[in-house]
């Protein structure tokens, strides 16, 4: 029977794989949702009431050790015992029996404690924002104890944690969003029977995503309609939605409610942007692009690739390109002792970006303050390479500490002052990131091989200007960002003055297809795998066989399995990815060898 | 009352890792430590409650203990060292 909710949806692929089957819906998290709570009197005893609190708190607390001790990756170790010394904070159990002295009811007295830490650090941003999922899961934890719930049973459609239901047939979980504790639960109990996950809320680097793909369930996040579309008719408190089916790409990210057998098929056929374009066998006919006649590649396949130890990809179709490394994109302040496997699993660090150090601070970072930080980076990384991006700043983001002129205000902050435009402005500032990295590199000497490159190049003279002053501090490999259609077209002439380069897709594509990122009236043209950009990126492939040297793809196409094979194929030497994607990354290049 | 002007040698400030790696010795001295910035005071011994304070790297805090002691006197300069070195990498 026809629906007036639509059944198609879109969000982000995290973990690939297409899966078809009967949709579980876990109770939404209303822990929030203090008015509709029952109200309770105040307690006679508050002092005994937090004791009693507490050792909820120190259960819960118990319940994230056990879960960390039969956890299968070391990043979910460190969240979940993290988590654990979280529920135990002397802080959080004062404000308890703080609100308990004020007349709260237990409950309200948990919420509201809670509440406290989560606005304040709601407001301060940054990593301490990302905290607050975790306290929201003590407090519902903590909850569930309360109201004698084993997390585990039904709950009301009221608060609490998640539901967590014995799945009695492979099903595809679907929740609003889902907490890394939850996540380690549900694959502890029901691992065979969970074909998928697909969530409302999250994103590519949430933990849960991390977890996830780890264990290679695939998953889909940030649907956006899906949760209400599917409660909407079929919602009741049993939790299940009368087996109503569900399917999705945990590539693409599309997700087909009430699908019949000709959409899973579609789901399950990945769509072929070189196709086009003919790219592979037959070649565009460009004059900058040599005729790949010796290859037998269907426009959809990598004819030899295959995966060698360590993690790289060799591609047979160019001979000059041995092996294509599998790189982190990391910000600078991750908790990189908590990605331990994530890092063992990467050959490196493909764009380390420096705008942490300078943004949101009212003085410039001191030499030895950045050498200090990148040795610490540097250090993550024993024996591979780290490639480190100097400032990449503009007026959409000011500096406090640069001084302000009148003409500051740009029109237009992505075509305008930034990258190493602003760098040969404040050309001491880029001298002393220069210097801190010198230093870094000294420090750990013959333990990691350290690439610096710039970002916004758009003329071969300014290659060569950043190009001399890296020399000239002793920096050993040294290169540039191609992400203006300029670099790409002349990225010949610029390989010949620098050691690499690294294409940004990102910023390519928009300056490619004119159409601004941070506009959404415009994103449809933002697809990297635009026939245009291709043939950009082509022609850097070009500029490699012709040199010689690694060109690396870092922007989201590097982690698109869409698109990872084809920038193989053309040449492409490194490919660098968020850390939630390095998995799936390598499964797909992998999978592609074996067809 | 014993107090110390550190100044936070963690790259990236007293965030979550920090934070709790600072309140755990000062909770296994014994003592009771308050850590103070300009915006304000916290229990030393919470990591919840320092971070609160939102102190980044190269700031000065106060750290105090009301207690005048020999024991109290080392543990001060203990935690002191702690503070001022690199959280981030112990």
Not at chain 1, 378 to 396: C, E, H, N, W, Y
Request: charged share 20%; aromatic share 4%; hydrophobic share 45%.
């Amino acid at each position: 029977m026809p629906s007036s909710t639509p059944s198609t949806f879109h969000g982000i692929g995290i973990c690939p794989g297409t899966v078809a089957g009967p949709a579980v819906i876990l109770a939404g998290r209303i822990g929030g949702d203090v008015a509709a709570a029952e109200p309770e009197p105040p307690c006679a005893d508050p002092n005994a009431e937090t004791e009693r609190i507490a050792g909820m708190m120190a259960n819960v607390a118990q319940e994230y050790r056990d879960l960390a001790a039969s956890a299968d990756s070391a990043d979910a170790r460190a969240m979940l015992e993290a988590a654990a010394l979280l529920a135990v904070d002397r802080g959080l159990i004062n404000a308890v029996s703080k609100r308990l002295h004020m007349g709260d009811g237990p409950k309200l007295a948990v919420r509201n404690a809670v509440e406290e830490y989560a606005a304040l650090f709601r407001n301060l941003g940054g990593r301490l924002a990302e905290r607050v999922a975790d306290l929201e899961d003590i407090r519902d934890r903590t909850l569930a104890a309360m109201e004698k719930r084993a997390v585990g049973e039904g709950t009301g459609a009221q608060g609490g944690a998640h539901a967590i239901p014995a799945l009695s047939e492979p099903s595809v979980i679907v929740a609003r969003e889902l907490a890394p504790a939850d996540l380690t639960m549900l694959l502890g109990t029901n691992r065979d029977m969970v074909l998928g996950i697909v969530c409302e809320a999250g994103g590519a680097t949430s933990h849960a995503a991390v977890l996830a793909t780890q264990a290679g369930i695939p998953t889909v996040m940030r649907v956006t309609g899906l949760f209400d579309a599917m409660t909407d008719d079929s919602y009741d408190d049993s939790h299940s939605a009368g087996g109503r089916m569900i399917a999705f790409n945990g590539e693409t990210g599309d997700v087909v409610l009430d699908p019949t057998d000709r959409e899973i098929a579609l789901l399950r056929e990945q769509p072929d942007p070189g196709a086009e374009l003919g790219l592979g066998a037959e070649t565009i006919s460009d004059p900058a692009v040599p005729d790949d006649s010796d290859s037998d590649a269907g426009a959809a396949g990598v004819p030899g690739a295959a995966v060698a130890q360590g993690g790289s990809v060799t591609a047979d179709t160019n001979p000059e390109v041995r092996e294509v490394k599998l790189l982190l994109n990391l910000s600078g302040s991750e908790d990189l002792a908590a990605m331990g496997e994530t890092i063992a699993e990467s050959d490196g660090v493909g764009l380390l970006r420096t705008e942490f150090l300078f943004l949101d601070r009212a003085d410039a970072p001191s030499v030895t303050e950045q050498a200090d930080l990148y040795e610490r980076v540097l250090r993550a990384f024993p024996g591979r390479r780290v490639v480190i991006r100097t400032l990449d700043a503009g007026s959409d983001k000011p500096l406090a500490f640069l001084p302000r002129t009148d003409g500051d205000a740009e029109p237009n902050p992505a075509l305008g002052v930034r990258g190493i435009r602003l760098s040969r402005v404040y050309e001491s500032l880029l001298d002393d990131q220069l210097a801190a990295l010198a230093e870094a590199f000294d420090r750990t000497y013959g333990d990691v091989d350290l690439w610096v490159m710039a970002p916004m190049i758009a003329t071969v003279e300014e290659a060569e200007w950043f190009a001399r002053k890296a020399r000239a501090y002793g920096l050993p490999n040294v290169g540039v960002m191609i992400e203006t259609p300029a670099a790409a077209l002349c990225a010949r002439e610029i390989l010949d003055v620098v050691d690499f380069a690294s294409i940004g897709t990102n910023d390519l594509t928009q300056y490619v297809m004119a159409a601004d990122r941070c506009n959404s009236a415009v994103s449809g043209l933002l697809d990297p795998a635009n026939p245009a950009v291709m043939r950009l990126i082509a022609m850097v492939g070009a500029a490699v066989r012709e040199t010689g040297k690694p060109v690396g793809v870092c922007g989201e196409a590097a982690g698109d399995p869409r698109i990872a094979p084809k920038l193989v194929e053309m040449g492409v030497t490194s490919l660098s990815v968020a850390p939630a994607r390095l998995s799936a990354l390598r499964r797909s290049l992998a999978r592609l060898s074996a067809e | 009352m014993l107090s110390r002007s550190v100044t936070i040698g963690t790259p990236l400030g007293l965030h979550a890792r920090p934070a709790a790696l600072f309140a755990q010795a000062v909770l296994e001295s014994g003592f009771d430590v308050h850590i103070a910035t300009a915006d304000g005071e916290a229990d030393a011994g919470s990591a919840l409650e320092i971070m609160t304070l939102n102190v980044d790297g190269g700031d000065t805090v106060t750290l105090s203990i009301p207690d005048d002691s020999p024991e109290a006197a080392r543990a001060l300069d203990s935690l002191s060292a702690l503070l001022s070195g690199n959280l981030d990498v112990a």
